[in-house]
Nanobody
Framework: QVQLVESGGGLVQPGGSLRLSCAAS????????VNWYRQAPGQQREWVAV????????NYADSVKGRFTISSDNAKFTAFLQMNSLKPEDTAVYYC?????????????WGQGTQVTVSS
């Protein structure tokens, strides 16, 4: 069984920063890529960023490019989302998802989400 657990959310003022973590645990052979998504109240889930674990390449939604940075600590099966210059419109529940192999084919897993609120 594989679990993803997000942490690091909270309340921050506009212009502030937060660092989210996504820790994978269980019987893990390898992780192919990790995505961050977010969902604001009454809105559809929105893709935010992706990191390809083996090569380290990253990509971002236009709405966060230049402000958010995705990274990973491969030895600890943990991914991060550094969020700077936060805006009220960044308020959402942030989820991570990962393609994980337990020795066979990669399967997708989701975390439970962490709330980020940007407000003065």
């Amino acid at each position: 069984q594989v679990q993803l657990v997000e942490s690091g959310g909270g309340l921050v003022q506009p212009g502030g920063s937060l660092r989210l973590s996504c820790a994978a645990s269980g019987s893990i052979f390898s992780i192919n890529f990790v995505n961050w998504y977010r969902q604001a109240p009454g809105q559809q889930r929105e893709w935010v960023a992706v990191i390809h674990i083996s090569g380290g390449s990253t990509n971002y939604a236009d709405s966060v490019k230049g402000r958010f940075t995705i990274s990973s600590d491969n030895a600890k099966f943990t991914a991060f989302l550094q969020m700077n210059s936060l805006k009220p419109e960044d308020t959402a529940v942030y989820y991570c998802s990962a393609a994980v192999s337990q020795g066979g084919a990669y399967r997708g897993y989701w975390g439970q989400g962490t709330q980020v609120t940007v407000s003065s």
